[in-house]
């Protein structure tokens, strides 16, 4: 026997058994009842009419339902929505439903009358348009981006109802563009340089600074995500891309960098996007986002329909890097198993993890951890809290837990 049919004679072995498992149940139909069955569902299956004609932009099928959630802030045209990553599958986040956060409504931008100035303490100030940068060397990388925000709810123990509402401040894309270091070195930057300001061109001017390491190391200016231009509300026409870092840091519509040897400490970064500590000091520039994970099927929000087989499935990443490891409990957390990673695996970018479960009717609670290529663990909700205290409202990545009770009906509770 071929050598490649033998590493998969168990998964084969196992299919035989569900399929003549299947075979027998059909077996036991009547012919009668099981032709009247087949005319039925051909009857409502087959196209009695022709179908709808090509179109110049692609839609999803009516039966779908998917949708962000939205919630309005106190500040006008503020706001944000969520991804329900519950309905989405693998690892990109479809473009249309990749979670938004501004803090002054979506600005409309005319590609061909923007600009991004590169000044400061460089050789070379330079004023690139948008076709100047599609001119040149580009790349494409699959990254999530997470904003620093999210699951802040679950600092309380009360968290999200479902994924959407507890995680779904987190989106994972194929982004196109430039490297920054592309751009830095046509400017020329100074050797006295050590930071930069990115500032996008919506009406509250967002501003953050970023050190010139994380700008030379894998930072992008991108145009593209998911095979077209970035949608709006996504910073059309040019974002800044930080892999692994906060959100809001990635800032949208850049028009500007300016090269300096400080930090600027803008009013986003002082303001906002620092974590209060127990002591009542705060954290600054803590720009990674740790690793993190979420069940998203069985979740909250969800009901299962009858005792047996069914798949755990939810979805891993790490600002540090790759995703390595996820383990699963059934048990609240006194046991955990490995669940298998869907390949392939990128840094920085969502992991879809699974593991085949029997549910056997009873209460069970369900929960999940990350473990990233730096041997970091997702820590319990208490661990953080032990560290931190309960006075941020940014970077929780506590372990999320689902509770199942006996009627199927699977909600949220304290981990």
């Not at 004679?9 to 027998?24: H, N, S, V, Y």
């Not at 600005?107 to 009358?113: G, S, V, Y």
């Not at 061109?201 to 010139?212: E, F, L, N, Y």
């Not at 009858?306 to 798949?311: I, L, P, S, T």
């Amino acid at each position: 026997m071929p050598e490649d049919l033998l590493a998969h004679k168990p998964q084969r072995r196992r299919f035989l058994r569900i399929a003549t498992a299947m075979t027998g149940a059909l077996a036991g139909c009547s012919d009668s009842g099981a032709k009247k069955d087949a005319a039925a569902t051909m009857e409502e299956t087959e196209p009695s009419l022709l179908g709808k004609i090509a179109s110049p932009y692609g839609e999803r099928a009516k039966f779908e339902k998917a949708k962000r959630s939205t919630r309005e802030s106190k500040t006008p045209a503020a706001g944000s929505s969520g991804t329900p990553l519950q309905d989405t599958y693998g690892i990109i986040t479809p473009s249309s439903l990749h979670f938004e956060r501004h803090h002054s409504g979506v600005p409309e931008i005319d590609p061909a009358k923007h600009t991004l100035l590169i000044h400061g303490m460089v050789e070379r100030p330079l004023v690139l348009s948008v076709a100047d940068i599609k001119r040149m060397p580009s790349m494409s990388r699959i990254h999530f981006v997470e904003c620093s925000g999210n699951s802040g709810g679950e600092w309380s123990g009360k968290g999200g109802p479902d994924p959407q509402r507890s995680h779904g401040l987190a989106s994972c894309s194929e982004w196109t563009g430039v490297l920054l270091s592309t751009l830095l070195a046509e400017a020329g930057v100074k050797k006295e340089a050590k930071w930069l300001l990115a500032e996008g061109a919506d009406a509250c001017k967002m501003g953050r600074s970023v050190p010139i390491e994380k700008a030379m190391a894998d930072a992008m200016v991108v145009y593209g995500q998911n095979g077209e231009a970035i949608r709006p509300e996504q910073g059309y026409p040019l974002r800044l891309l930080l892999p692994g870092w906060e959100g809001n840091i990635n800032v949208k519509w850049l028009h500007r960098i300016h090269l300096a040897d400080q930090p600027f400490y803008t009013k986003d970064e002082t303001s906002k996007y620092t974590d209060l500590m127990a002591d009542g000091k705060a954290r600054i520039f803590t720009w990674e986002m740790d690793a993190k994970s979420v069940i998203t099927a069985p979740c909250g929000g969800q009901k299962l329909e009858g005792k047996g087989f069914r798949e755990i499935s939810g979805l891993a990443w790490s600002g540090r890097g790759r995703i390595e490891k996820v383990e699963v409990s059934t048990d609240g957390g006194k046991t955990w198993a490995a669940a298998q990673l869907q390949e392939p695996r990128y840094p920085k970018a969502f992991t879809r993890f699974r593991l085949p479960w029997t549910w056997d009717g009873s209460d069970a609670v369900l929960s999940s951890r990350a473990i990233d290529e730096t041997g970091y663990v997702q820590p319990s909700r208490q661990a953080l809290i032990d560290v931190r205290g309960t006075n941020s409202q940014y970077h929780c990545n506590s372990i999320k837990a689902w509770k199942v009770a006996a009627d199927g009906s699977v909600t949220n509770v304290e981990a």
